[in-house]
């Protein structure tokens, strides 16, 4: 039977700073109403069904993909957690160990959660091609025709044409390239055997690990030691990281490729987003609230209400957060991975949080903060709370928006509604509560001397935190 396997666990650095480590891109709507995630399931209708379908993602974001994916029918045990990050290599091959043990002929379909598809239907038929060619024990790769000489992707040599039969043609693949300079880009683009490396594949989920076993033996062996989902914690922390690329693709001499026939982008820097928007006459792509005087080909994206102005500006990306701006040459659009090192270098948060950041029951935006207070507004969505927790540091000042909040402090609970407010001292144990069917809006004003999210002590928790 067909399985699809969903990488989710990726930060999107290069996408900054919309993509930040606890929002990265795959949760994002980028295009549309729904997420990167929610898109990628949704093109697999009519090829894998829901209760087939495997999501692999960072244990940190097991509540922001539990909340995408409800209602789709993905249940809950199909989410699988890595305790840390180990690139794509362990992630696949924990899939495959897991699914394996449960379909002893599964055949997978490994897709990231990340990409921009525009012709859903021609991407069905083509993932009907590379299924049939898979049953011939086959790692299918789908290869996309280059655009452009680009940079920012992998390359794929293909050598001659097969006919395996049963609509199953492909091509042999000579090898697997790295992400190349620009003269050798422009050499690879003018040659009709490159292909960019897509990061999608199809395979049996026994020959992946054949595979695996041969060309990385060690990751075999632990994927051995893993029988369930409980064996993840204890067995992760031996695994080396390494990409599916790297370990296997550019080792195996059983790959196949299948060439593409829809419109694609895997969106991993802005100036790929900037090839889907339309454009004015000067190549601009601006929003509503941008003034633009004698600029071509600018990129103008927003999260705000701000005015953005441009004057003589020329091959720019500009994207605007309520907390950090970036101004990019397009032909540096690469080099954002790099910028967000340097802010994890010097502990700058903006790599790790929007100002608004979401949480299980919710979510907080800081819109002020200095020293020895912090001013936050709390959204609780209705039916949740907050675990019973206390702080060592600080005291909380609760005025209520919108809504009734169910207060539990010192074991006691009262309510308190739309202007009504309450204090919780320093030390005390405290629970927040939305008793209603509509969202609870409340501001927080925090004081003492250290205000970070890590000063929380939790006794009792809905979300297991």
Not at 132 to 139: E, F, I, R, S, T
Not at 265 to 280: N, Q, V
Not at 351 to 359: G, N, S, Y
Request: hydrophobic residues 40%; aromatic residues 10%; positive net charge.
């Amino acid at each position: 039977m067909n399985y699809a396997v969903i990488l989710a666990g990726g930060v999107g650095s290069r996408f900054w700073p919309f993509s930040r480590e606890l929002e990265p891109k795959q949760f994002m709507k980028v295009i549309g109403e729904e997420s990167l995630l929610q898109t990628t399931i949704q093109r697999l209708k009519g090829v894998v069904p829901p209760e087939r379908i495997y999501i692999v993602t960072n244990n940190i974001y097991f509540h922001e993909v539990k909340a995408q994916v409800a209602g789709s029918g993905i249940p809950d045990k199909n989410i699988i957690l890595e305790p840390q990050g180990k690139n794509t290599a362990p992630a696949i091959g924990l899939c495959a160990r897991l699914i394996s043990r449960i379909d002893k002929d599964a055949l997978l379909l490994v897709l990231p959660s990340d990409h921009y598809v525009k012709n859903p239907g021609n991407f069905k038929k083509t993932l009907k091609k590379a299924i049939a060619c898979a049953k011939n024990d086959l790692l299918v790769t789908i290869g996309i025709k280059p655009g452009a000489a680009s940079t920012g992707y992998g390359y794929i040599k293909a050598g001659a044409q097969v006919k395996a039969g049963k609509g199953a043609e492909y091509f042999r693949v000579e090898k697997f390239l790295e992400k190349p300079d620009l003269k050798k880009a422009r050499k690879y683009f003018k040659d009709r055997h490159f292909y960019w490396n897509s990061g999608m594949f199809v395979w049996k989920a026994r020959v992946f690990l054949e595979e695996v076993k041969r060309y990385l033996p060690d990751l075999y062996t632990n994927l051995k030691r893993i029988d369930s989902v409980k064996d993840i914690p204890n067995v992760w922390p031996r695994i080396r990281a390494i990409s599916v690329d790297y370990g296997v693709m550019e080792h195996s001499r059983r790959i196949a490729l299948i060439p593409a026939t829809f419109y694609w982008t895997d969106l991993g820097s802005w100036d790929a987003l900037a090839e889907i928007f339309p454009k004015d006459k000067k190549g601009n792509i601006t929003n509503s609230n941008t003034l633009s005087l004698d600029s071509r080909g600018i990129c103008v994206f927003a999260r705000g209400n701000r005015l953005i102005s441009a004057i003589g500006i020329k091959d720019t990306v500009i994207a605007d957060t309520p907390d950090a701006l970036l101004v990019c040459d397009r032909n540096k659009t690469q080099d954002v991975r790099r910028l967000v090192e340097k802010l994890k270098s010097l502990n700058r948060k903006e790599h790790q949080a929007h100002l608004t950041e979401r949480r299980p029951w919710g979510s907080f935006t800081v819109l002020q903060q200095g020293i020895g207070f912090k001013i936050k507004l709390i959204e609780l969505t209705p039916k949740k709370r907050l675990s019973l927790q206390r702080h060592k540091n600080r005291a909380e000042h609760w005025v209520v928006v919108s809504g009734t909040a169910k207060i539990t402090s010192s074991g006691k609970e009262s309510f308190v509604r739309s202007n009504e407010s309450v204090y919780i001292p320093k030390g005390k144990k405290h629970r927040l509560e939305n008793p209603l069917r509509v969202p609870l809006k409340i501001v927080e004003v925090q004081t003492g001397m250290y205000l970070e999210e890590d000063d929380i002590e939790r006794f009792e928790d809905d979300f297991k935190r």
